[in-house]
């Protein structure tokens, strides 16, 4: 038995030929082009899952059923996507369109639930009964897993943790999502605005270092190392490990090699899924001692001196100090945990020789006590 898999993106549409054991055959895509209207695009997609089909010398009367993810709202019921943010789609009947042109059955789902379903039944979670999933790409999706099923919520909007408001801007008046500022296409697009480039070309040709751009050189991505590839003779080259701390011990090894780097590239693609088990993690550590970032932040600040490069990446790692005190303050709990932070914060910054300027910014961006 054969089934089409489609992934129908803000960027592009995936279409992928499959067995009843999961395995895939053949996968074709084109770009998705979202400014367009619903019916073009469905058309695109229509057009694709006959491809992939005749590609492998078969009829669609071979296929048993079509899957479709799709970012958004989706009411699996009817087969109605009620809105996506980065498709021009609202209250579309995707799964009557499609089933119509293909004579086939069509289920809808939301494209980060369907990649949830699939590590369960397949993947990295193929063990586990309640967990939760994160998906990266035009935006950010995400999905809840609780007994091996997925938690839709009463609104449909169970997992969509892309929505969380992650910043307010001051100048602009206007509060920031985690799509807005962490997904792949917007990561992509503050590389693509400090080159200077489209970053549609960003497709891993492109090389920077932090001579190209000084001032936001730590802010262009995260601080997790498994969002990055490394060589291993650069790693050997400059001795980079993790630090031995409970928590935050990958600070060092991230930034470090930021500001050590000749070489600097970005693929547009997906690599890696992260299951986050928060019982279990590292960052569940912080309580016990919840300013240890600190000594992440004093360690890189020595290696920059050292290096004799601290005056020209200041201002990027002072923002990205100031953005992990935020983060730190804000995931932990208790009363006491915070007040530690504080403490830290104003000694390590008074005590420095740029200890007012630190101060003063620290205080224009973020008090709350």
């Known amino acids: 038995m054969y089934y089409l898999g489609v992934d129908l993106g803000g960027t592009n549409i995936f279409v992928g030929l499959v067995d009843e054991n999961g395995k895939i055959i053949s996968k074709e895509s084109t770009p998705t082009i979202s400014v367009r209207s619903a019916d073009l695009i469905l058309e695109d997609l229509i057009t694709l899952c006959k491809k992939v089909v005749e590609n492998n010398n078969l009829e669609l009367s071979d296929i048993e059923y079509v899957g479709i993810g799709v970012p958004g709202t989706v009411n699996r019921e009817n087969g109605v996507l009620e809105y996506a943010n980065n498709l021009n789609f609202n209250h579309t009947n995707i799964a009557e369109y499609v089933g119509k042109a293909l004579g086939l059955p069509v289920y809808l789902e939301n494209d980060a639930n369907c990649a949830a379903l699939a590590e369960v039944w397949k993947g990295v979670a193929c063990h586990e009964n309640d967990c939760c999933f994160i998906v990266s790409g035009t935006g950010i999706g995400g999905a809840v897993i609780k007994d091996r099923h997925v938690h839709h919520g009463n609104a449909l909007h169970g997992g969509e943790f892309g929505y969380m408001i992650m910043r307010y801007d001051q100048d602009e008046k206007k509060y920031y999502t985690w799509s807005d500022d962490g997904s792949t296409v917007a990561v992509t697009k503050r590389v693509a605005k ?126 990205t100090v100031l953005s992990g005190c935020v983060f730190n303050i804000d995931t932990v709990h208790s009363n006491d945990a915070k007040r530690k932070i504080y403490e830290k914060i104003y000694i390590s910054f008074c005590s420095c020789s740029n200890g007012f300027k630190f101060y003063r910014l620290w205080t224009d961006c973020y008090i709350r006590k």
């Open 194 to 319: 400090e080159l200077d480039v489209d970053y549609h070309t960003l497709d891993g040709k492109e090389v920077f270092s932090r001579k190209d751009i000084p001032d936001r050189l730590f802010t262009i991505t995260t601080t997790c190392p498994w969002t990055k590839l490394y060589s291993r003779k650069f790693i050997e080259k400059y001795k980079l490990r993790f630090q031995n701390l409970r928590h935050s011990n990958d600070v060092y090894f991230v930034l470090s090699s930021l500001a050590l780097a000749e070489r600097i590239t970005y693929l547009n693609e997906k690599l890696v899924y992260y299951r986050v088990n928060q019982t279990k993690s590292l960052q569940s550590l912080k309580a016990t001692n919840p300013t240890l970032f600190f000594d992440a932040y004093e360690a890189v600040y020595k290696l920059l001196n050292e290096r004799h490069i601290y005056e020209e990446l200041e201002k990027s790692f002072i923002t």
